[in-house]
């Protein structure tokens, strides 16, 4: 065989090879990524099957509970527009509170610098929806919602407490908070329109939360206990 020919004949080998190696790492890479997107969507509907018995969108059928935790995000997004996500759930923690729902309200967010107060913020304007201040407590620790929900029973003693957030992160919440036996219920704020990112966004961020629990992940802060006060009790007639 001359050498031309040769040559020729490796690199056609090589070539075959290569395309059939190449073949079957496409075919690992799609079924991977198959299982993967079945995996998300098994667990974002086992989560809201699980809790929803504890997630209520109706205030007249919503249990009164003496604690009510509010779920921090930012006020604004990005390009300094309003963030319906934040100033809806401070509509739904007003309302709970003028309805009797819960006595006290424990605000839990991100105060990672001093730039950037989630806690403060909601306080301030939860103040000025007529929400007196002696009824509110601010956690600056709740970087997640693991840290809110497991600060607001461990530090603040929030044993029995009513979650306010849109409802899939109240899902999520209340995954967490059953994981850890603790009471907890959710009140659902209003949800924004066009929420398809964020909806892709929870896929992700529920499987997090089970790799979380299963790693037994614990907040970023703990530190000494600093319990509300007690509910307040009403008289019977």
Request: hydrophobic letters at 45%; a positive charge.
């Amino acid at each position: 065989m001359p050498q031309e020919e040769k040559k020729k004949s490796i690199l056609a080998i090589i070539k075959l090879k290569t395309f059939s190696c190449l073949k079957k790492i496409t075919y690992y890479f799609l079924g991977l990524v198959i299982v993967t997107i079945l995996l998300l969507f098994i667990i974002d509907k086992s989560i809201s099957f699980y809790v929803q018995d504890r997630v209520y969108e109706n205030i007249n059928t919503l249990p009164k509970r003496p604690y009510g935790v509010v779920l921090g995000t930012s006020k604004y997004f990005s390009d300094n527009t309003l963030n319906l996500y934040y100033y809806n759930r401070l509509l739904a923690a007003q309302e709970l509170f003028k309805a009797k729902k819960v006595d006290f309200l424990l605000l839990s967010g991100d105060n990672r610098t001093i730039y950037y107060n989630e806690p403060m913020r909601m306080f301030k304007d939860l103040k000025k929806m007529n929400i007196p201040e002696e009824f509110m407590y601010m956690d600056f620790a709740g970087f997640r919602t693991l840290d809110s929900i497991i600060r607001a029973d461990r530090i603040f003693k929030a044993h029995t407490m009513t979650i306010i957030s849109q409802k899939f992160h109240c899902e999520r919440a209340i995954f967490i908070a059953k994981y850890y036996d603790i009471d907890a219920i959710c009140f659902v704020a209003e949800l924004p329109p066009r929420t398809d990112f964020v909806k892709i966004r929870e896929l992700f961020a529920r499987m997090k939360a089970i790799i979380d629990l299963l790693t037994e992940k614990e907040p970023h802060f703990l530190g000494k206990p600093e319990p509300l006060p007690t509910p307040i009790a009403i008289p019977f007639d």
